[in-house]
């Protein structure tokens, strides 16, 4: 009794209750959602698009989109839920219940809306978290069973939206290792379009979560409606598209259920993940600015610090290394201006030592016969020449020559019966296990105890499931894995948060694998491709960038010629490429110049005095490098006191090539100072650096600057005068 004179209390305070007929609308800045109850009492999707009074949105008409489609009525379009009740019974019929909403303070606001099965005690929780500013809705269900006996679900999707429209374009990213994030867009025909992941783990190495929905006609950078989402889970996804017979497209996302009925015991509640997304009337730009917005406030750790710029030895040593050959590139780290050095992966395994992938990993001890003197010895040298040290861990894996494995064979994820799937050498500890959860939290907790001074943590991950068997699971829920990998994943990263709130850790997973909003809410940062060349890095960023900001992005300039690629290119230009993003090096510094030295020394400097654009600026895409030779972006502070313009040229232009740059975002009625950074050896902008521009100038007229060599880039600030 006393409870609920409580939560009346907090909801006259905060929150309201409804139940009668008004529509229910979600709204942001410049969107909204409505609802609407029909007379057989199922919550119908009405409208989404830019915002509506209050008013109108009482006018709308009633649509029959059911809010979640159900396995039952309808048999023949891809349904949101598919449950089998504790009787055998295959069909559900929700209908409303009543809808909460709560104000979480100024930004952000909370609606539930309830439903019920009209037979069983079934319930389903559809909940829509708003960010107002930023106009990104977070949208998932919650399945909870009150029946006496287990119900299975075999399709539990997070969110179900319909739209109405003549033409439906899809745009999604996939690719493979080292060669991500390919941007293809198809029209939609009738029929079921799935972009899916069933790794498991690593989850996006073949695809990604991300993609845009544009309506009526192909999306464009800067007009036209599209509707931007992604899902918040590191695990395997589907989403699905599925244009009906009149023409009409339901997007079902979630956890990607195949090979993953669920069984929902009696009193359980199974949360699934927030589909992220927001719908945008001028195009992908918008969209991408206000995930970016959204992200360095509520979607990735310390978005909203500026992140440090970094040394890494892998490209430049990969296993083999010493005390002497590190200390001399950390010292080439501080000379150049780094802020870390960070030591990857071989400095551990005794019985097994990591001198190449195939042995050591699960034994966390420092390899004495490389580094005699700890780890502790190089954290000395960083300090000694004042930058921080990280370092390399894939704390998720095993090889089967460890000592780990040795000791624990059950604790890897592989079928009874079957032979070991290797790949890269290497096998999953079983993190539905909750001793190995401990033991995965324990290796990193006593790595960060045993040496005082690590300050960055590169999180690796190297493969994904394959055999999905768990020796803890019980039989009846092996199909359970999929989720309880994660929910054990999740576990391990919150307590590690808990303890270690100041060390950045970067989702590295080989490149690419682990890019998401369901882990970002751990990691600072994440490692986009093990490809480093320059040319590949402008499509791949491309393409992480629609969604996630440049201030989580690591970007690196990287060996010469290209360790991936074979393809030699200029400094300034693999400079100019990663600064698009967090800056960092991976490369041997004993095989530069000390003209390159030099050259690097003043890029570090002149990224450092632009970094604030870069990390916290809105991006403005100028020039794809889909559609054009000449690739060009920028940078704009909000405040649009400051910006920072980036300008590529993919191949040779025998005939020179004169695109112009429509500077974007920048305020009208100032006057700019244009001021060339990390110049060349010769300038393509003398007509223009030095020089005060208004920004109605560099909008309207543009900067036309020539370009003509393969590899050739250029870079310039702006600054409000
Ligand atoms: C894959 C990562 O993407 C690389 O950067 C490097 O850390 C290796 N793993 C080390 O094994």
């Given at each position: ?22 529509p229910i609308v979600i709204r942001t800045k410049n969107t909204c959602l409505v609802y609407k ?94 960010y107002e500013k930023e106009d990104i809705i977070a949208q998932w269900t919650e399945y909870s ?332 829920k092996q199909s359970h894995l999929w989720i309880e990998y994660v929910r054990g994943l999740t ?231």
């Amino acid at each position: 009794m006393i409870k609920i004179f409580i939560l009346l209390a907090v909801f006259m305070m905060f929150g309201s209750v409804s139940a009668g007929n008004a529509p229910i609308v979600i709204r942001t800045k410049n969107t909204c959602l409505v609802y609407k109850v029909n007379d057989q009492q199922q919550v119908c999707q009405s409208y989404f698009g830019n915002s509506l009074n209050d008013k109108d949105c009482e006018v709308i008409p009633l649509a029959n989109d059911a809010i979640v489609l159900t396995f039952g009525g309808n048999y023949v379009f891809q349904p949101a839920l598919r449950a089998v009740h504790s009787d055998g019974n295959t069909s559900t019929d929700l209908i409303f219940g009543r809808t909460e909403t709560k104000r979480l303070n100024d930004n952000q606001t909370q609606t539930d809306i309830y439903l019920k099965d009209s037979y069983f005690a079934f319930q389903v929780k559809v909940s829509f978290k708003t960010y107002e500013k930023e106009d990104i809705i977070a949208q998932w269900t919650e399945y909870s069973n009150g029946e006496k006996g287990t119900v299975t679900l075999y399709d539990y999707a997070s969110s179900c939206l319909s739209f109405d429209s003549p033409k439906y374009y899809l745009t999604d990213y996939h690719g493979n290792w080292a060669d991500e994030m390919h941007q293809t867009e198809r029209l939609l025909n009738r029929g079921l379009t799935t972009i899916e992941s069933r790794l498991g783990v690593r989850a996006n190495e073949y695809g990604h979560s991300f993609f845009y929905l544009a309506l009526d006609k192909p999306a464009a950078e800067e007009n036209g409606k599209v509707i931007g989402g992604t899902l918040a889970w590191p695990g395997s996804f589907a989403l699905h598209f599925s244009v009906d017979n009149w023409d009409k497209l339901r997007m079902i996302t979630g956890i990607n259920s195949y090979a993953g009925h669920y069984l929902l015991e009696s009193g359980e509640t199974l949360a699934t993940p927030a589909l992220l997304y927001t719908f945008s009337d001028s195009g992908k730009g918008t969209v991408s600015r206000r995930f970016h917005r959204w992200a360095r406030q509520y979607g990735v750790y310390n978005g909203s610090k500026p992140h440090l710029s970094l040394m890494n030895n892998w490209e430049a040593t990969y296993f083999k290394f010493d005390n002497q050959i590190l200390s001399g590139i950390i010292n080439a780290a501080a000379d150049m201006g780094f802020d870390l050095f960070l030591l990857d992966d071989g400095w551990f395994g005794s019985k097994y030592p990591r001198n190449n992938d195939a042995a050591g990993l699960g034994d966390w001890e420092v390899n004495r016969a490389k580094l005699p003197d700890g780890l502790g010895y190089l954290v000395k040298e960083c300090q000694k020449r004042r930058i921080k040290f990280g370092i390399w861990l894939e704390p998720e894996m095993v090889n089967p020559h460890s000592e780990l494995y040795e000791k624990h064979p059950d604790w890897i994820i592989t079928q009874a019966h079957r032979d070991l799937d290797l790949s890269r050498n290497q096998l999953i500890l079983d993190l539905c296990n909750p001793a190995v959860q401990d033991y995965v939290f324990n290796i990193v907790d006593k790595t960060m105890t045993e040496t005082p001074g690590i300050s960055y943590i590169k999180w690796d991950c190297n493969r994904f499931v394959t055999n999905s068997g768990s020796f803890y699971l019980p039989k009846e829920k092996q199909s359970h894995l999929w989720i309880e990998y994660v929910r054990g994943l999740t576990n391990v990263l919150q307590r590690l948060r808990a303890k270690y709130p100041e060390v950045v850790i970067m989702a590295c997973s080989g490149g690419g694998g682990r890019i998401d909003y369901g882990s970002l809410p751990y990691f600072d940062e994440f490692w986009v491709s093990d490809n480093g060349d320059p040319l590949s890095r402008i499509y791949i960023q491309w393409g992480v960038n629609q969604f996630f900001p440049a201030i989580c992005t690591a970007s690196h300039v990287s060996v010469c010629p290209n360790h991936t690629t074979g393809r030699t290119m200029p400094l300034k230009f693999r400079f100019d490429v990663a600064a698009t993003g967090k800056l960092g090096m991976d490369l041997q510094v004993n095989q530069m110049t000390d003209e390159e030295k030099t050259f690097s020394k003043q890029a570090i400097k002149d990224y450092n005095s632009v970094k604030e654009v870069v990390q916290f600026g809105d991006l403005y895409r100028l020039l794809s490098p889909y559609e054009s030779n000449r690739v060009a972006l920028m940078y704009v502070l909000e405040d649009e006191s400051r910006a920072v313009v980036y300008s590529f040229l993919q191949e040779k232009d025998i005939h020179g090539n004169t695109q112009i740059l429509y500077l974007k975002g920048l305020d009208p009625n100032a006057q700019y100072k244009l001021t060339e950074i990390n110049k060349g050896s010769h300038s393509r902008l003398n007509d223009w650096d030095g020089k005060t521009f208004s920004g109605d100038f560099l909008m309207k007229h543009g900067v036309s600057a020539y370009m003509s060599d393969e590899y050739e880039s250029f870079v310039f600030e702006l600054r409000k005068i």
